[in-house]
């Protein structure tokens, strides 16, 4: 998952030195790869990296001997050197002896080095292991130029120190008469050396003594950051009794031992001419252990905080100049000694304040043990990965924490399984300053090989991660990286083929619904957008800062994460401003002009700001009210299922019928398609259709309005400029939902799938018909549940799907559940498509029953079925009889007894009306005449009706009716009644 770089070298660097002492073949004559010959070099000397500076040297220590080849004596020495890009290593300063040099330091100017030795005094206490040993540390400062004057500090002592020069902004001046150098003892003080030089025969050299002022006291842990030039202090600040501290929040509640404190960050920036600033000073969330005995790592001698072994922790700032108002500090918690049990370990626990959104994020893993982490060199590494903060133990764990400034926290990736090593399996790590022009990497320091190397995320393994995991939420983080933090929408598309490849898997709705939120953000246009904005579009459908548990695919707790908010942090920053939250960013003035405290009260005003757009409020409302009736019925949209009180005697019309359906099928009519759906859809496999372009349109006129209005209320735009942006972010919605259908359909697509409309609805699917059918299900609960709009055509094409792939039960539930909104033309398809045997009919009439009455009807007059043709004649001869014709009708009038009566009659008045001008089923061959004199009688009274009735008035699905389907009608009903012929029924 985790791609690395070699960026830096040591045994690279030192190999040209000794590359003569260094065969480049075995004995047996195989070849020496140049990385085993640096490897070779780095033992030969015993080189290591003692220092880092500001402008991207490096200061590199390593052992030696005085005298020439043909002297007989030489000494051990300790060399230091200066690595400055690509340059070959140069020599500064070459000890008269053999030391272990832990951190080393030179000036701006290359005038001075500062360097710190730690040696092992013997100890008359055998008690103690070679751990324990007392080791005292000693600093000195060496002159360069003319070199050889060592200056010792006078200052040794058992505790850590280190010495530090403090760099200027700009290039390096070549003549600087002024130093600063900062030297840190641990646990006893702080204080900063100014040097002062003067210019003998063009060289600097020391002016004098150095004037010492002691900064600060009794530092607990320490770290120096040579990219801000800030040093990160932690102190001792007791509670003040009745101060009632909101930072104590989330302790464990145990007793506090001796040991135990509750510590303080300050955050002190230095500048030109030594001067410096507190720029914030806080209580942290948290408790600390302090040994007595601090135990230092060997390993480690270049790291930017203290190597205490008993202190993990470190202050982090996210990479790239768009984050300067970003801070994280990460601790490891110490196991305490009554909590060391062996029995029941206590579970690795660590602790991140992020401090740019005031909130705290404890992290438990009660399946590692912290006994068995802390035995290791340094424990948990922690380092920055672009946006994340990456928590990392090679080979056992790796967490990439999304502390970005530009949302909260919510998609974290958590691996604990097959987690990636170091290059050459390496343990001892720390971190690497990071270069700001690769913001979205991180570095880290090999200290077993002395190589530096950036850290990235490999696209194809993280591709191949999400297929291969089953941790649902580290998929939907894979995801979310993939996206909002690379806008690598390539990496998210392969995503999404994977997810086609098992539909059925749990997560897949959720993770189409975060892949549409997420991509919309991260591809909105943001010109003219500022972070104000930014915070109010919708991002996810996971809520930020939500404790909750990981679990593992055997149901095992992974990770607990547990939120707290950290209350009051405002106040610890050195000139915020309390109004400030109340007034426009761009009004927001504080008296420094620090960059760090400008980011951090900026954050914060924005994370203290209006709640995201809530898109699911759109979708509720949709539900709840669907377009007006007069839009729908001149576009053809159908709306959700009538109710009863809209037609009763509809529904229980085919309530009543629909158990006693006729087999009979009438004659076949091609499935013909409406002639205003001929036009294509931006996506090939997709129809426009009208009655969807309307909800389309009425879907984004609700989400441009309601975002209008939320960014009027909760920026300083005016309103013009808020309706660009949510008509932009409409149109970026919609642009994604037929990417992503596309993409689903492109993964899942095969040669005999084809267009909709070539496929008849009588055909069953295939198996990868319904797993396209899956997919497109997964597609509509996502677009549903983030608020999104559909493509043209898809409720059409999703509908034809599922009747094909479903079991015709299963989908008159899904159409009952409003899964399928049944538009007209699909419904029409499936009155001529699917034959009218009894369980095709039955499903019909049930589709029918779930359109609005007009539209039910509407289908009714196009469909041949016997039940069909009865309704429908038993309304038009209601319209007939409520004409109220003017003059009363006799039975004389239609009581002729000759058999043929009713043939003239019909002959005489029935072609006027019967628009359709079909076949009427009394001219059939089946033995069905006009001489049954019932039908006859009743038939010509009937159509003296029909002649005072106003066709122009009457519904328009009973216009195109005539007497002659009546007729038709009354003799299929008459024949089916008496089960037998009726063609010698005589009247009495």
């Known amino acids: 998952m985790l ?8 045994g690279e660097s030192l190999l040209p030195f000794v590359s003569s002492l260094i065969p480049e073949t075995n004995e047996d004559g195989s070849y020496v790869s140049p990385d085993e010959r640096a490897q070779s070099a780095l033992r030969l000397l015993q080189a290591r990296v003692v220092g880092r500076e500001k402008d991207g040297c490096v200061l590199v220590a390593w052992s030696g001997v005085t005298g020439s080849e043909e002297s007989a004596v030489s000494t051990p020495v300790t060399l230091l050197g200066l690595l400055e890009g690509r340059s070959p290593l140069s020599l500064l300063y070459a000890h008269d002896k053999l030391i272990n040099v832990v951190s080393a330091s030179v000036d701006q100017g290359r005038s001075l080095l500062s360097f710190t030795e730690v040696a092992n005094t013997s100890s008359g206490d055998s008690s103690l292991d070679e751990l324990e040993q007392q080791r005292l540390y000693q600093s000195y400062v060496v002159e360069l130029q003319p070199a ?21 902004g700009g290039s390096r001046p070549s ?20 040097f002062k030089l003067q210019q003998i025969n063009d060289v600097l050299v020391l002016a004098g003594q150095p004037v010492v002022c002691e900064l600060w006291s009794q530092p607990v842990w320490f770290q120096w950051s040579q990219a801000h030039q800030r040093l990160y202090l932690v102190y001792d600040k007791p509670q003040l009794e009745g101060n009632d501290d909101s930072f104590s929040e989330g302790d464990d509640g145990e007793g506090e031992e001796e040991d135990v404190f509750h510590p303080a960050l300050r955050v002190v920036e230095f500048f030109d001419g030594g001067a410096h600033e507190v720029v914030l000073e806080m209580r942290l969330p948290f408790e600390m252990l302090v040994s007595e005995l601090p135990m230092y790592s060997d390993e480690l001698t270049w790291c930017e905080a203290v190597p205490d072994r008993n202190c993990n922790m470190a202050v982090l700032q996210l990479g790239g100049e768009q984050r300067l108002g970003s801070l994280c500090v990460v601790y490891q918690h110490v196991v305490k000694k009554a909590q060391q049990d062996s029995r029941f370990p206590t579970p690795l626990k660590y602790t991140v304040c992020i401090l740019h959104h005031a909130y705290r994020m404890e992290l438990s893993m009660p399946s590692v043990s912290a006994l068995d982490v802390y035995k290791r060199p340094r424990s948990l590494l922690f380092a920055v990965l672009g946006d994340y903060v990456m928590v990392w133990i090679p080979g056992k764990i790796l967490h990439l924490l999304d502390c970005s400034t530009e949302h909260g926290a919510f998609h974290h990736m958590l691996l604990q399984d097959s987690v990636p090593t170091l290059p050459f399996n390496g343990t001892s790590v720390c971190s690497w300053p990071c270069s700001i022009n690769q913001p979205s990497t991180g570095s880290v320091f090999d200290a077993k090989r002395q190589d530096a190397f950036t850290v990235c995320i490999q696209r194809q393994e993280l591709a191949e991660l999400f297929a291969e995991t089953q941790q649902e939420s580290l998929r939907a983080a894979s995801l979310h990286y993939a996206l909002v933090h690379q806008r690598d929408n390539g990496l998210g598309r ?43 579009l919708p991002i996810s459908l996971a809520g930020a800062f939500r404790s909750h548990v990981e679990e593992g ?25 309390p109004d400030a939250s109340q007034q426009s960013l761009a009004q927001v003035v504080v008296p420094s002009q620090n960059k760090l405290i400008l980011g951090l009260q900026r954050n914060l005003v924005l994370h203290d700001g ?33 109710t009863p009180q809209q037609q009763p005697e509809s529904r229980g019309f085919f309530r009543r019928l629909s158990s006693s359906l006729s087999g009979r099928r009438p ?11 001929a036009a294509t859809s931006s996506l090939p496999f997709l129809e426009t259709q009208p009655e969807e372009e309307i909800l389309a349109d009425h879907r984004r006129h609700l989400v441009v309005e309601h975002f209008r209005h939320h960014l009027k209320k909760n920026s300083f735009e005016s309103v013009e400029r808020c309706q660009q942006i949510a008509q932009e972010y409409a149109s970026t919605q919609m642009h994604h939902s037929k990417y992503l259908l596309n993409a689903i359909w492109t993964s899942l697509r095969h040669p005999t799938l084809g267009q909709p409309s070539q496929a008849l609805l009588s055909d069953r699917g295939r198996s990868r018909d319904k797993a396209l059918f899956t997919m497109a299900e997964h597609f509509s609960a996502a677009v549903r549940s983030c608020g999104f709009p559909t493509p043209s055509g898809f409720n059409q094409f999703f509908a034809a799907l599922g009747l094909r792939c479903l079991d015709p039960l299963i989908f008159l539930q899904y159409a009952q559940q409003n899964v399928f909104s049944l538009p007209n033309d699909f419904v029409r398809r499936v009155v001529h498509e699917l034959n009218n045997n009894p369980e095709n009919a039955e499903l019909k009439f049930q589709i029918l029953n779930r359109l609005k009455y007009s539209d039910g009807v509407g289908m009714l007059a196009d469909w041949g079925h016997p039940v069909a043709s009865r309704y429908l004649s038993q309304q038009y001869v209601t319209c007939a009889m409520q004409a109220d014709a003017k003059e009363s009708w006799e039975f004389s009038a239609y009581s002729s007894s000759a058999p043929g009566a009713g043939s003239q009659s019909r002959s005489s008045q029935g072609d006027g009306n019967d628009v359709d001008g079909g076949e009427s089923l009394s001219s059939a061959d089946d033995g069905i005449g006009i001489n049954f004199q019932p039908v006859a009688n009743l038939m010509q009274v009937l159509r003296a009706m029909e002649l005072d009735m106003k066709r122009n008035q009457l519904a328009q699905h009973l216009q195109r009716w005539s007497m002659n389907r009546v007729e038709d009608s009354c003799l299929q009903e008459s024949q089916s009644a008496a089960c037998s012929r009726t063609g010698n029924v005589y009247p009495l």
């Open 3 to 10: 791609e690395f770089s070699t960026t830096f070298s040591l």
């Open 148 to 168: 050889g004057r060592v200056l010792s500090l006078n200052v040794q002592r058992a505790y850590y120190q280190r010495t530090q020069f403090i760099y200027t």
């Open 610 to 642: 209006p709640a995201r757009f809530n898109l699911r409020a759109i979708q509720q409302k949709l539900e709840s009210a669907p377009p007006s009736p007069a839009t729908s019925d001149s576009s053809g949209y159908t709306s959700s299922p009538s």
């Open 667 to 677: 004659p076949t009519t091609p499935a013909q398609r409406s002639s205003s759906t």
């Open 553 to 577: 695919r055997d149901g095992t707790q992974l990770v607990r994460i547990f939120y707290s908010r950290m209350h009051g942090l405002k106040d610890q920053i050195i000139g915020w401003q």
């Open 175 to 194: 003549a600087s008469k002024d130093v600063y150098m900062l030297f840190i003892l641990h646990h006893e003080s702080i204080g900063m050396y100014h």
């Open 494 to 536: 392969k995503m999404i083929e994977h997810l086609c490849r098992d539909p059925a898997a749990p997560d897949c709705t959720s993770l189409l619904a975060e892949y549409l939120l997420a991509a919309s953000y991260a591809y909105m246009r943001r010109e003219g957008l500022d972070a104000t904005l930014m915070q109010l």
